[in-house]
């Protein structure tokens, strides 16, 4: 059957005349879901989540059942049990293939833990196979908001970079991973960056030397605003001062979740949502071995609430770039929590126009990731909301 591709205009999505996506639900048997990362963690080519549910004390994983399936609940286990988790991550630390979880706790815990994973791949949905613990270098140390697996100084296995929030103490640093990754006292912790209130971590070689460069989006404090921090090199990497800032947009402003993307030829586009309702798009080039920045600052053409995240996709198919937006809506049923921004004539553009995905549901979304989930061709979205108890969820882009 040949399919259609039908344009998406503002009059059938617009606040006033349109349906909401239909959404799925994945899991909302607990309270605070916090956040979605991704992962193939069995192989079959469809992406899996984790997610920490902050009120709820968890730690799970949900297995993607695929196009035909994924409209329905999710097989899902809860790989670990922790107070006030903030992020949780897929990281296969001790190299046996199996995906291990890595989970970052604010509140009173303070502490960033690693959810084992059965190295069998039978027991992978068995709660019980899993094994919870500490990182000793990061206990009581700090409110921890973001982990990143990375490999930072070319030795042993997959290091961690990570960060936190805070009125002091806030930071972005490295835990260097030991000839035994299981020794969980034998990480090291190595200081990166002091910080405000981090709110996104995402590795990226934005320069093009070969390594990975970190991303940064800082929502508070004297460095306020998204930078990138420039990897030394391997053998410079112990030392702080050799992370080199380089500032992309909103300095001095309260910076949200990202939204991140590099074209095949090596173009970077970063989407930061400020708190204010605006966003800034910030177009990086390579010349001459350096990275530089272009940012120009939009607004939606509708009601928008305290800006959260950004993810950026062709969402209608037009051949143009969108961006997916959630926001904090503070109850405001005239605002909607998860919409889609398109401009007119360039990404340049002051104000944009904003088609509603969510409808009136929801308060409090959190970070986005743009898939096809359903395999129909288009770009569905899938978020999460921890107020009016959503859980983990997505939303069926209607566009074919």
Known sequence: MRLTVLPVTFAMFGFSDAEPWVRHTIDNSSRGADGVRLA???GDGHQDITTGWEEGNLIRVYINPGPDKTKGKWQTVTVGK??????????DLDGDGALDVVSSCEGKTK?????WAPSEAASYLDEKAWKTEAIPATEKKSWWMFAVPMQVDGKRGTDLVIASKGKSGAMVGWLESPENPRDLAAWKYHHMQDAGWVMSLRKLDVDGDGYDDMIVSDRFGNGSGTYWLKHPGHEQVLTAANWAR???????????FIGLRQSKEGMIDVVTPLRTGSLLWSRGSREGGKTTWQTSEFRSDALAGSGKAAAIGDID??????????????RDRQKRGTTWLSYKDAITDKIWMLHDI???EGVKFDRV???????DGDLDVLTCEEVDQLGVFWYENPTR
């Open 82 to 91: 922790v107070a006030s988790p903030e992020d949780a991550v897929f990281a």
């Open 40 to 42: 193939d963690v069995n």
């Open 358 to 360: 969510s409808g009136e």
């Open 317 to 330: 198919l037009d051949g143009k770039l969108d961006v997916v937006y959630t926001i904090h809506t503070g």
């Open 246 to 256: 380089h500032d992309i947009a909103g300095n001095g402003k309260e910076v949200m």
């Open 369 to 375: 990731e743009l898939l096809d989930l359903d395999a």
């Open 111 to 115: 502490t960033v833990f690693v959810h």
